[in-house]
């Protein structure tokens, strides 16, 4: 449970994606996850929920959990997911997707031996996505790794989590030559202080 929960909580995904992880969408080089299938309640593999496909960015710790799980698994019969025969990384001995009634109850039984109350396994989705933005703030990023169809659906859920910030972003107006300097960081013509900009206008 501890390595479902994890991939849960670091890659965002809905529960039927990790049910349908195949090892063979792992890429431990890059770090990326590709995600293209869903499993049922019902045990049956399909498309994702908006029938997109997508890569999500795998973190290192994460990273480290499922290569040692891969190390350490007994190998087991691969499935027929609709294009191909794939392992799954989350399996049941006989190489089958893990039970999701079963998943829920063993989940709701770890909350209760730390006496945490009112929450569900696609918890774990939310709590990627307001982690994730509380850090980078980037709508269209997370939008992208969640399968979301369009930012603003990531928006609609999330934004009234994030941590006001209110004057301070003004601020960041006043930051110093080397940071507006920092600008042509990319080959293009570094951007002029707003101070020189407004001695230019001066002149005009």
């Given amino acids: 449970m501890h390595d479902f929960l994890l991939t849960l909580l670091r890659l965002g995904l809905r529960p039927g994606e990790c049910r349908a992880l195949g090892w063979s969408d792992i890429d431990f080089t890059t770090r990326k996850v590709r995600v293209e299938f869903s499993v049922s309640d019902k045990g049956t593999f399909g498309p994702t929920k908006t029938g997109e496909r997508r890569s999500v960015d795998m973190s290192p710790a994460l990273a480290d959990v499922l290569r040692l799980r891969q190390l350490k698994r007994t190998q087991r019969a691969p499935v027929d997911r609709g294009e191909g025969m794939a392992e799954?990384?989350?399996?049941?001995?006989?190489?089958?997707?893990?039970?999701?009634?079963?998943?829920?109850?063993?989940f709701d039984l770890a909350m209760d031996e730390k006496a945490i109350t009112a929450h569900v396994l696609y918890d774990a989705r939310h709590t990627y996505a307001s982690t994730l933005l509380a850090r980078c703030r980037d709508f269209v990023?997370?939008?992208?790794?969640?399968?979301?169809?369009?930012?603003?659906?990531?928006?609609?859920?999330?934004?009234?989590?994030?941590?006001?910030v209110g004057q301070s972003y003004a601020d960041f107006l006043d930051e110093s030559e080397a940071d507006w300097q920092r600008f042509g960081s990319d080959g293009r013509a570094a951007a002029k202080k707003p101070e020189t900009i407004a001695k230019t206008l001066d002149s005009i």
């Fill in 141 to 164: 990023y997370v939008a992208a790794q969640m399968g979301h169809a369009s930012p603003k659906t990531t928006m609609d859920h999330y934004a009234h989590l994030l941590p006001g």
């Fill in 88 to 106: 799954l990384v989350f399996s049941n001995p006989s190489g089958t997707p893990l039970d999701d009634s079963r998943l829920r109850k063993r």
